[in-house]
């Protein structure tokens, strides 16, 4: 498993490229950063490692909380919105490898569509802190 973190990383990382770049949001102290990928774009590898079903109509949603540059775990909820205005709740799973601790979750999706996600992220390192963050990706048919 600790040969797939890099694997995954860069697999994101150059999935980016033609995605969308990660973004992060600031709230005091912590600084999330989140993402949102079709599962077609990740190796194969990568994909039978963490569960997740490569598909053209699936798409992954990274989460990660990090204080002073160290990723932190968190208590998260979330849901995905499409294009048609239709909800589905997200299962977000927390990953452990290495130091590093982040979140994945899978929504439908149908290209063309944008998905609107929308985060509850409460840091565990403290337990009156609640950020609320929301954001937007498209998918293509190509992807």
Same mark, same amino acid.
């Given at each position: +498993? ?22 992060? @949001?600031?709230?005091?102290? /912590?600084?999330?950063? /989140? ?5 077609? +774009?990740?190796?194969?590898? *990568?994909?039978?490692? /963490?569960? !997740? ?7 992954? !949603?990274? !989460? ?11 208590? +998260? ?17 927390? *990953? ?5 601790? /982040? ?13 609107? *996600? @929308?985060? @509850? !992220? ?13 954001? @937007? ?7």
């Amino acid at each position: +498993m600790k040969l797939l973190r890099p694997i995954l990383a860069a697999a994101l990382a150059l999935t980016c490229a033609t995605a969308q770049a990660q973004r992060s @949001e600031r709230f005091g102290d /912590y600084e999330i950063h /989140y993402n949102a990928i079709p599962t077609a +774009m990740l190796a194969p590898e *990568v994909a039978r490692a /963490y569960d !997740v079903a490569r598909s053209r109509g699936r798409a992954l !949603v990274t !989460v990660t909380v990090l204080r002073d540059g160290r990723s932190l775990p968190a208590r +998260m909820t979330g849901n995905a919105i499409n294009d048609a205005g239709q909800p589905q709740g997200l299962s977000l799973r927390e *990953v452990r490898e290495g130091g590093g601790i /982040y979140y994945i979750a899978t929504a439908r999706i149908d290209p063309p569509d944008r998905l609107r *996600v @929308e985060l @509850e !992220v409460r840091p565990r390192d403290t337990t009156d802190a609640s950020y609320t963050l929301s954001f @937007e990706q498209s998918f293509f048919p190509e992807e």
